[in-house]
C-alpha cells in the first residue's frame, strides 16, 4: 500500500503559523505546538524517522510528504534524503510569488521533489495565470514531475484550532479551469485531491477530457454533505466508470503527531471499495500501483 496525500509538518511549517499568529511578536515552534496539543516534530529526520514508524505500523510501504507551507522544501528534502525508498517530496508553491520559478527550478532540480502543490483558492489566483503556465512548463521540463492542484471546498483544520483566518476565495477551486493546462501539457500529470472536493462532477469531466489528470481519494470526504445521499462507495463507483482503475491515487491527508497516519480513512475507504464489488486488481491499482507507476522509486 501506498499513500499519495501525507503533509510533513516540520518546526518551519509551526514558525510559520507562529509568525501569522503574532506578528508583532511570533510564537514559536514549541508555542504553537503545545497550543495545539500535538507533538513537537523536531528536526527533520527525526520526523520522517517517525513517518517510517507510522508507515510501518500501518502497513503503508511508500507515501507523499507535502511541505505545508511554501517555502519548506528544504525540510521535506531532508526527509527524502534520509528515507529515499519510502518518501516521495511535494512541495506547496505560490506561483504568483517573485521567487516561484527559481525556487521550482530549485525543489525539482537540486532538491529531487517531484510534485508542486498548487493551491489557487488559498493565493487567490486564477489557474490561467500567465505564471501559472510558467510553473507547468518548468515542471514539464523536469520529466517524472507532477502538478498537484486543491479544487472545490478549502479549509485547513490547524489554521481553525489557531485562530487564524483563512481568506481564501474558493471561486479559484473549479476544475473546469485546470483543462486548458492539462490539454496542452498532455505530459505532465495533474493530481486534483479529494476528488475535487465538493465539485466531483468538474472533477470527473476534466478527468475524462484529459487522460493525464487523476483524482486522489483523500481525507474523510466530508464534501459529500453537499450531494444529497451521496457515499463514499457511490464516489468510488462514479469515478471509476469515468476514469478506470489507473487513475485513482489512495490518500488519507495525514498530517500531525501523536495521531500520525490515518487509520480511520483507510478502513472507510477500504470498506466502501468492499460494497463496490471490484475486485483485488483494481484495489491494487487504488492502494498501490498507481502511486509507483507515477513516482517510480
Not at 507532477?146 to 481564501?168: D, E, I, Y
Not at 462532477?201 to 483523500?218: F, G, I, K, P, Q
Not at 460494497?275 to 484495489?283: K, L, N
Request: hydrophobic share 45%; charged share 20%.
Amino acid at each position: 500500500m501506498n499513500d499519495a496525500h501525507c503533509h510533513f509538518f516540520s518546526e518551519q511549517f509551526f514558525a510559520t503559523l507562529g509568525r501569522q499568529r503574532s506578528p508583532l511578536a511570533p510564537e514559536s515552534a514549541a508555542e504553537i505546538v503545545a497550543t495545539l496539543k500535538w507533538d513537537l516534530p523536531g528536526s527533520p529526520d527525526d520526523l520522517a524517522d517517525r513517518w517510517v514508524d507510522a508507515l510501518d505500523r500501518g502497513g503503508v510501504r511508500r507515501s507523499s510528504l507535502i511541505a505545508s507551507v511554501p517555502g519548506d522544501e528544504e525540510s521535506v528534502a531532508r526527509a527524502i534524503a534520509r528515507h529515499p525508498s519510502r518518501f516521495v517530496g511535494f512541495f506547496m508553491l505560490d506561483p504568483t510569488a517573485p521567487d516561484a520559478a527559481a525556487r521550482t527550478e530549485n525543489a525539482l532540480g537540486q532538491l529531487g521533489l517531484r510534485a508542486i502543490c498548487l493551491f489557487p483558492a488559498m493565493q487567490r489566483y486564477p489557474l490561467q495565470d500567465a505564471r501559472v503556465r510558467e510553473i507547468v512548463q518548468l515542471a514539464a521540463a523536469h520529466a517524472g514531475t507532477a502538478v498537484f492542484v486543491h479544487c472545490g471546498a478549502l479549509s485547513v483544520g490547524v489554521r481553525k484550532k489557531l485562530g487564524l483566518p483563512s481568506r481564501f476565495d474558493v471561486r479559484y477551486g473549479n476544475p473546469l479551469d485546470l483543462h486548458a493546462l492539462a490539454a496542452d501539457f498532455p505530459d505532465v500529470p495533474f493530481i486534483i485531491p479529494h476528488f475535487g472536493a465538493g465539485l466531483f462532477r468538474e472533477a470527473l469531466l476534466v478527468a475524462d477530457l484529459c487522460a493525464n489528470v487523476y483524482l486522489d481519494t483523500s481525507s474523510t470526504n466530508r464534501w459529500m454533505a453537499y450531494h444529497s445521499a451521496l457515499t463514499l462507495a457511490d464516489v468510488f463507483r462514479q469515478a471509476l466508470a469515468v476514469t478506470g482503475p489507473n487513475r485513482l491515487l489512495f490518500g488519507t491527508d495525514s498530517s500531525f503527531f501523536p495521531r500520525g497516519w490515518n487509520r480511520e480513512v483507510y478502513q472507510a475507504q477500504a470498506s466502501a471499495l468492499e460494497t463496490t464489488g471490484v475486485d483485488a486488481a483494481v484495489r491494487e491499482c487504488i492502494f498501490g500501483t498507481n502511486f509507483d507507476r507515477l513516482f517510480p522509486a
